[in-house]
């Protein structure tokens, strides 16, 4: 198992920065792909940003591209997200997420959630 604990959210204008990060404990850390996803009000679940166990690849949701950057520490099994140019709409509880597959099951655990509000 993972236990995962997010940190890092807050209040920023548009345009600022925030930079999130996700501290987890357990086994095999670095054998997850790590993800980030934001929750709007009153809106689903959306997928943000993600980087793999191999190689560190990481991809990103297009309405982040080229604004986020997400990056992991396997020796400190954290994983962040920097956040730049942010607005309005990036105004959501983030979330991170391991995910990790072993003969075809899905092992995936969720931290608590950070609050980001950005508003002028």
């Known amino acids: 198992q993972v236990q995962l604990v997010e940190s890092g959210g807050g209040l920023v204008q548009p345009g600022g920065s925030l930079r999130l990060s996700c501290a987890a404990s357990?086994?095999?850390?670095?054998?997850?792909?790590m993800n980030w996803y934001r929750q709007a009000p009153e809106k689903g679940r959306e997928w943000v940003a993600r980087?793999?166990?191999?190689?560190?690849?990481?991809t990103y949701a297009e309405s982040v591209k080229g604004r986020f950057t997400t990056s992991r520490d396997n020796a400190k099994s954290t994983v962040d997200l920097q956040m730049d140019r942010l607005k309005p709409e990036d105004t959501a509880v983030y979330f991170c997420?391991?995910?990790?597959?072993?003969?075809?099951?899905?092992?995936?655990?969720w931290g608590q959630g950070t609050q980001v509000t950005v508003s002028a």
């Open positions: 357990g086994s095999d850390f670095s054998s997850y792909a």
């Open positions: 997420n391991a995910e990790r597959w072993i003969q075809g099951i899905e092992y995936s655990y």
């Open positions: 980087i793999s166990w191999v190689e560190n690849i990481a």
